[in-house]
């Protein structure tokens, strides 16, 4: 295999053939391509795009670089949700144990933080004690006995994926749609579900910055996964701004468990109530949305979706009872606010840049290697749009230091402003079927 001159194809914008893909992938897990010619071709791939037969090989070659789990001795329809990421996006911690609490079986297998988003993995990892390494025996029949098991990519699934995940991280290269699809569908098939609930994010806390591309993006995943023979649905959701009022790690665990115990912010029940009916439609309890709505409302009411939630924490090494006693999570040393200069109405102009202050913080990652901090994080007190008056606290920020604090309240002023009208409402949520 000559790598350069895959390399060299994509930057001079040919396609790439199966066989260029396959050795590509090979190759890189093997660890006999090195991660700098990667870097290059997966910025070629960026700025040059792959058409949707390249996508599709490249989903297969990834899917197929490790085990492909096999979910069958699982009864039921096993249904899997994941979400391209966002500012806040606790969605996924929230529907899981729902869905698995109204009897679909959840086999869950979640990323890390990318880029300014954050990821389910680090969120659960902020839980004393919580594992997402289960070996695929233990995550068979976890899911058996609770119904919701959650997993990094751990053993040996989808690791091209894990790979190159963690690269594009921190080679600027994580918002291209064929590598989001790639990425999320090749993990997808490898976790052995038999249907997928998409969450496309678009907005400025999104990799897709407008609907459109979200739609493509919904588009190209949902025809990857029936290609593959899987039931697929994507939900499409605004992230102009932060969902909820958590951002960081154990901030959006805790917001997460408020929502389990029926207390969500508004913004957090919308997505819900598009998400979670969703998942249940998909496991075949209901074919009507209303109805697989009434369940999950009755599964959080009656406290059987926390009770999943609380035994899935325990099987998994993790201390339950976080759900009841929040300073059990790691708790940030210094906190401090963010004051409202002027009277006006909150306007969030860049809320990829309220996510990037988590990485200031030091709770999401710079380079592959670094360990990250899960307590710090952003409680925003104001939404988009509400009347501020001079004074009033913004966002308390909890950080390590008073450094990290100041370098995180410089980019949250310069990803906001305090405007004198209200600026339009937007925040579209719906369903893409087939
Ligand atoms: N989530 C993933 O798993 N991969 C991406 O590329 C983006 C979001």
Known sequence: MNFIHTIEKKRDKKKLSREEINDFIEGYVAGEIPDYQVSSLL???????????????????????????????????????????????????????????????VAKMSGRGLGFTGGTIDKLESIPGFSVELSNDEFISQVKNIGYALIGQTGDLAPADKLLYSLRDVTGTVDSIPLIASSIMSKKIA?????????ITYGTGA????????????????????AAGLEMSAVITNMNEPLGHAVGNSLEVIE????????????????????????????GKT???????????????????????????????GNPFVTEDYSLFPKAPFKSGIYADRDGYLSIRDCAGIGECIKLLGGGR??????????????????????????????????RNEAGAEEARGRFLSSIEITDDKLPENNLVYTLND
């Not at 976790?191 to 969450?199: N, Q, R």
């Not at 897709?208 to 949902?222: N, P, S, T």
């Not at 029926?262 to 439609?281: F, N, Q, T, Y």
Request: charged content about 30%.
């Open 43 to 105: 910025m070629a791939v960026y700025l040059n795009g792959c058409d949707e037969e390249e996508t599709f090989e490249l989903t297969r070659a990834m899917a197929g670089s490790g085990d492909i789990m096999d979910l069958s001795g699982i009864p039921g329809i096993k249904v899997d949700k994941h979400s391209t990421g966002g500012v806040g996006d606790k969605v996924t911690l929230i529907a899981a144990p729902v869905a698995a609490a109204c009897g679909v079986p």
């Open 256 to 283: 997460a468990i408020e929502a389990l115990k029926g207390r969500a912010a508004p913004d957090v029940l919308k997505v819900m109530k598009s998400v979670i009916p969703e998942m249940i439609m998909a496991g």
């Open 366 to 399: 710079m380079t592959k290697e670094q360990e990250i901090d899960l307590s710090v994080g952003l409680e925003l007190k104001v939404k988009n749009g509400d009347r501020v008056s001079k004074g009033d606290c913004l966002c308390e920020i909890m950080s």
């Open 191 to 199: 976790a052995g579900s038999d249907a997928i609930v998409l969450e």
């Open 207 to 226: 990799f897709m910055k407008d609907e459109k591309r979200a739609c493509d993006l919904a588009g190209l995943m949902i025809d990857i996964g029936k």
């Open 287 to 317: 074919e009507d949305r209303w109805e697989a709505w009434e369940l999950a409302s009755d599964a959080i009411a009656s406290g059987r979706a926390l009770e999943v939630f609380r035994k899935m924490i325990e099987a998994q090494h």
